[in-house]
């Protein structure tokens, strides 16, 4: 299947500081990415839908101030924790697909933050 | 909306014994339903994907699901468990319907494959 890269895995920061996780889509064109946040023990929330080129389409009451994405280009996205506080403490995963109506997701391994 | 339910948080059987996942979908229209595992730390694997043609569809390791639509079911099977199977299995439904064409997760189901 096709990989996608999610860097870094785990980052610890300190309350105030802003954290960038990428992903990259190593194999193929993606020019549609999703950002999940994960809880423990729970689903996967969808926070937004990125477009190569575009803006990103935040989900109801996620702050896209908060949560800066950015898709540069047909490989990579990324997403930026800005003023980062211990509630963003989560595990954010990206995923993509390569394309066409019927297609699966394909998973980065996941980013685990801490904030301090 | 589009949405899929997966009734049970737990599921424990043992190693060799059939295991079952269960997922109950709501749709608008044609269903796109997909399931995932995922193990600790890890991202998502895909496993396998009904979108049409035999009710039966096979996945990756020994997995398969049936889609029912009169009972709008796509239960997670696997003949003979093994303990590696241990994981948290995600059942999904992806929303054609707009332009965004995400993709929604249940709650996810914990399985215990016990030695």
């Known amino acids: 299947g096709a990989v996608v890269s999610q860097h870094p895995s785990r980052v610890i920061c300190k309350s105030g500081t802003s954290v960038k996780i990428e992903c990259r889509s190593l194999?193929?064109?993606?020019?549609?990415m999703f950002w999940y946040r994960q809880f423990p023990k729970q689903s996967l929330m969808l926070m937004a839908t990125?477009?190569?080129?575009?803006?990103?389409?935040?989900e109801q009451g996620v702050e896209k101030d908060k949560f800066l994405i950015n898709h540069a280009s047909l490989t990579l996205s990324t997403l930026t924790v800005t003023s980062a506080h211990p509630e963003d403490s989560s595990f954010y995963i990206c995923?993509?697909?390569?394309?066409?109506?019927?297609?699966?997701?394909?998973f980065g391994e996941g980013s685990r933050l801490t904030v301090l | 909306a589009q949405s899929v339910a997966q009734p049970e948080d737990q599921v424990n059987v043992a190693e060799g014994n059939p295991l079952t996942v269960k997922c109950t979908y709501s749709?608008?229209?044609?269903?796109?339903l997909f399931w995932y595992v995922q193990y600790p730390n890890r991202g998502l694997q895909f496993l396998l994907k009904?979108?049409?043609?035999?009710?039966l569809v096979k996945g990756s390791y020994g997995f398969e699901a049936e889609f029912n639509k009169s009972q709008t079911s796509f239960h997670l099977k696997k003949p003979s468990a093994l303990v590696s199977d241990s994981a948290l299995y995600f059942c999904?439904?992806?929303?054609?319907?707009?332009?965004?064409?995400?993709?929604?997760f249940g709650t996810g189901t914990s399985l215990t494959v016990i030695p």
């Open positions: 009904y979108i049409t043609g035999d009710n």
């Open positions: 749709v608008s229209g044609n269903p796109y």
């Open positions: 999904a439904v992806r929303d054609m319907r707009n332009t965004g064409n995400q993709f929604y």
């Open positions: 990125s477009n190569e080129g575009s803006k990103a389409t935040y």
């Open positions: 194999d193929f064109q993606a020019t549609t």
């Open positions: 995923s993509a697909t390569i394309g066409g109506r019927t297609g699966e997701l394909f």
